[in-house]
């Protein structure tokens, strides 16, 4: 079965702190993978994706993202974590030529930033 | 541009009584997602309409669990008998289309809890 794992469960930073957050995906075929974030009290939001092209991808507010083929992951960076980052971060992937194109989601990883 | 809206926010309903949720999607899209949200893990797809027929509902229990789109627009999600197990947030989506290019853009959810 298709599966995404996201190793941390609650990560917590002090502002300025560099973040990556894991992510990996089982099976080896073609994937288009993203990253959602959800704020405290707010609905899922799209960080970045990636379909195709360069495995370096930048999102919104500084996130980048790494696609490593060889690895089946798809981590989550940023040089500098600020306070307004404090949200639930969900890794999800979908498997290209399904046909209903559904999102598999990984369990999210909590980030609290420390003023 | 208007988002996906839900409705209710919040539910309590006990143990075998019925519930159903609501989705307006943004205008536009033709594809429609429920997604299935329990505490400490990441959405789970439920069912998939494209316009008003459904793509994938293999993850629905659809013994207790049904959802209908019926003018292609808006969208009921129902659950008769509900049980303790389906306490969780609801989630929906929309997007363009169903291709996989098209960004899904998730409403604030319905947070149910069965007692």
């Known amino acids: 079965a298709q599966s995404v794992s996201q190793h941390n469960h609650h990560v917590i930073l002090s502002e300025a702190a560099s973040l990556e957050l894991g992510c990996n995906y089982s099976y080896g075929g073609t994937v288009n993978l993203f990253w959602y974030v959800q704020y405290p009290g707010q609905h899922l939001q799209l960080l970045l994706k990636?379909?195709?092209?360069?495995?370096l991808v930048k999102g919104i507010k500084g996130f980048e993202a790494e696609f490593i083929k060889s690895k089946f992951s798809f981590n989550l960076r940023k040089p500098s974590v600020q306070w307004s980052d404090t949200a639930e971060y969900f890794c999800a992937v979908r498997y290209s030529g399904a046909g209903s194109y559904q999102l598999t989601f990984g369990k999210g990883t909590k980030l609290s930033v420390i003023p | 541009e208007a988002g996906v809206a839900q409705s209710p926010r919040y539910k309590i309903i006990e143990k075998r009584q019925s519930v159903a949720f609501w989705c307006n999607p943004i205008?536009?899209?033709?594809?429609l997602y429920w997604y299935q949200q329990i505490l400490g893990q990441g959405p789970k797809l439920l069912i998939q309409f494209q316009n008003n027929g459904v793509v994938d509902d293999s993850q629905l229990p659809k013994d207790r669990f049904s959802a209908e789109r019926l003018k292609g627009v808006d969208s009921t999600l129902k659950i008769q008998p509900a049980k303790l197990e389906d306490s969780a947030v609801y989630l929906c989506?929309?997007?363009?289309?169903?291709?996989?290019?098209?960004?899904?853009?998730f409403g604030p959810g319905t947070r149910l809890t069965v007692l």
């Open positions: 989506a929309s997007s363009k289309s169903g291709t996989e290019y098209n960004e899904q853009f």
């Open positions: 205008s536009g899209h033709a594809t």
């Open positions: 990636y379909f195709s092209g360069d495995p």
